[in-house]
């Protein structure tokens, strides 16, 4: 039987869902719900499901075997715990809540009902991210010495005035950090192991009537030894395209977008021309630089995926709520360092406070 999907949140994101969902053999999106019911019913005619406009109902229909939360960001844990109630495993898009206390609802909610729990990060799922995790495991690097990652993207002021959530501390978390940059953080401390320490700066340098950051830049040490850096931003025009760059005392490689730049070792191995070949050549892909609604829903369809094949062999996902806690702990390190001037090291102990004039 086909495992059914019903999705929390009828914006933007859940029709990335609904196709990634439609490619998916063994799958089958069932319900939705949004608290517009119009919303519901729009999107439920669009993807040929069955609109709610009351959640426990959804929740009630023995058809859902998974729920997935693509509500605003701080909008996650109330509908996640509710489906982990109720008994339904859960997928949550990015970032799993905005606060540690808020992520460790939802994670403790699925651990106490026994469902699966997975964090939308499909950015691990490209092949070059893959190929790169791989030679990293098989210690191809030698000492990993620096891990950078630059998300240099473009937002009009326009998206911030589209929604009343978006640039909200309340409901945002963040911004380029939190909102943009979040799968480019967790690409890191996948490549590069836990965050020992960061210094952060941000600012709001080229939009309006946002709470949040659209520019910021961060220093990190890793607990191996190694630093790097992250730079996120929504200010840059025309947007760019996103780079992760790993480098070691053996070798570099440099990915821009889902591209390979750069594949050098110190010992060349056959499959390396290989890689260059067809992982060098470009995709095409913008991966949202400047239009948030220009992204491939592949990343998303992998990691589904594997989130079904998590259910059915009660093995954890690749990204699980765990994994989604780290990137949200890193950022907020890095903005509770930019609004005190000092290093901040992890594991938090708390969540940060937002100062008052933020």
């Not at 969902?21 to 089958?28: D, S, T, V």
């Not at 939360?69 to 997928?91: E, F, Q």
């Not at 992520?103 to 026994?114: P, V």
Request: proline share 3%.
């Amino acid at each position: 039987m086909a495992t059914g999907f019903g999705i929390v949140g009828c914006g933007m994101i859940s029709n990335f869902h609904a196709k990634a969902l439609e490619e998916i053999r063994g799958a089958k999106l069932v319900a939705c719900y949004d608290q517009f019911p119009a919303s519901a019913d729009k999107f439920a005619e669009a993807n040929g499901c069955t609109a709610y406009h009351e959640l426990d109902e959804m929740l009630a229909d023995p058809e859902v075997d998974v729920v997935t939360i693509c509500t605003p960001s701080g909008a996650h844990m109330d509908p996640a715990v509710a489906a982990a109630n109720a008994g339904k495993h859960v997928v949550v898009e990015k970032p799993l809540e905005i606060t540690l206390k808020r992520c460790d609802a939802i994670i403790d909610a699925c651990k106490k009902n026994k469902v699966q729990l997975a964090t939308i990060m499909p950015s691990r799922f490209g092949a070059a991210n893959m190929e790169l995790k791989k030679a990293i495991e098989k210690g191809r690097f030698g000492k990993l010495t620096l891990g950078d990652t630059y998300v240099k993207w473009w937002r009009t002021q326009e998206y911030y005035d589209s929604g009343g959530w978006r640039g909200t501390w309340k409901l945002d978390g963040g911004g380029a950090y939190m909102n943009q940059a979040i799968h480019n953080v967790d690409l890191l401390f996948w490549f590069m192991g836990e965050v020992a320490d960061v210094n952060g700066m941000t600012g709001t340098l080229a939009h309006e009537r946002i709470e949040v950051e659209d520019t910021g830049v961060a220093t990190i040490r890793f607990k191996n030894g190694a630093l790097g850096v992250i730079e996120a931003t929504t200010s840059v025009y025309p947007g760019l395209l996103k780079k992760t760059e790993i480098s070691g005392t053996e070798g570099t490689v440099i990915i821009e977008q889902d591209d390979v730049l750069h594949w050098e070792f110190s010992k060349e191995q056959a499959r390396d021309a290989k890689i260059r070949e067809e992982l060098g050549k470009s995709t095409g892909n913008t991966g949202g630089a400047s239009d948030p609604s220009a992204i491939s829903y592949a990343g998303h369809m992998e990691q589904l995926k594997d989130f079904i094949k998590s259910i059915k062999t009660g093995k954890k996902p690749l990204v699980d709520g765990n994994d989604g806690r780290k990137s949200v702990e890193i950022i907020l390190a890095i903005y509770q360092s930019s609004w005190t001037g000092k290093q901040v090291s992890l594991p938090l102990k708390r969540d940060p406070r937002i100062p008052k004039n933020k």
